[in-house]
């Protein structure tokens, strides 16, 4: 299995503009994690979703932020319109539902807001 | 909610043991795991401990006392190649949801 695969690698926007971010979890999992990461913040858990279902959003900071996951194999997180508060690295993180199973992340979307 | 704590910064020479400490807050306490995460990558999985004691993993063990809130993980043998960050994550809400610490940066020297 190819990992966790997070796309874009890299984006670069101006403030206001609609972010879209793509994750496809691994193939089986069935638990799927957003979280962003900065210095200041660390790594914050943004959403979770099991079998497709978001079980906990309330690491989502604003309304600016909504995550869907129309199937088990896609999950975005959109931020609309962002600002440069926004920037950070964002992680999809995907596991087998259970108690202490391992998390696997992608390799970020690094997000930059100008 | 759920917090964690961890010291930001640890400094150790080459071969020497260094222990990560992390105390935490949570509602609903299934597990403490550990992660690593080198500078520009992904974190990835460590170890896990859902009961009280230690669990050992090759060069790294992780300890957990559920009464004290509290563990560490343990590196032994250090190795430049473990300058990374750790970050301790609890699971709460069924197990399922994986809060992370603020994590500590451990830096190893010649």
């Known amino acids: 299995d190819a990992g966790v695969i997070q796309s874009p690698r890299h984006e670069v926007t101006e403030m206001g503009q609609e972010v879209t971010l793509r994750c496809k979890p691994i193939?089986?999992?069935?638990?799927l994690f957003w979280y962003r990461q900065t210095m200041m913040r660390g790594l914050e858990l943004l959403i979770y979703?099991?079998?497709?279902?978001?079980?906990?959003d309330s690491g989502m900071p604003e309304d600016r932020f909504s995550a869907k996951m129309p199937n088990a194999s896609f999950s975005t997180l959109k931020i609309q319109p962002s600002e440069p508060r926004d920037s950070a690295v964002y992680f999809c993180a995907s596991s087998l539902l259970g108690v202490g199973t391992e998390a696997f992340f992608g390799q970020g979307t690094r997000l930059t807001v100008v | 909610g759920q917090s964690l704590e961890q010291p930001s910064e640890v400094t150790a020479v080459e071969g020497a043991i260094v222990q990560i400490n992390c105390t935490y807050q949570t509602s609903g306490f299934y597990g403490l795991s550990w992660y690593q995460q080198h500078d520009g990558g992904a974190p990835t999985f460590l170890s896990y401990n859902a009961l009280d004691g230690l669990e050992e993993t090759g060069r790294f063990s992780s300890f957990l006392s559920r009464s004290d809130s509290y563990g560490y993980l343990l590196l032994q043998e250090l190795q430049m190649k473990d300058s990374a960050s750790y970050f301790c994550a609890v699971g709460s809400g069924g197990g399922n949801k994986l809060t992370f610490g603020t994590g500590t940066q451990l830096k190893v020297e010649l």
């Open positions: 979703f099991n079998n497709n279902v978001p079980i906990d």
């Open positions: 193939s089986g999992h069935n638990s």
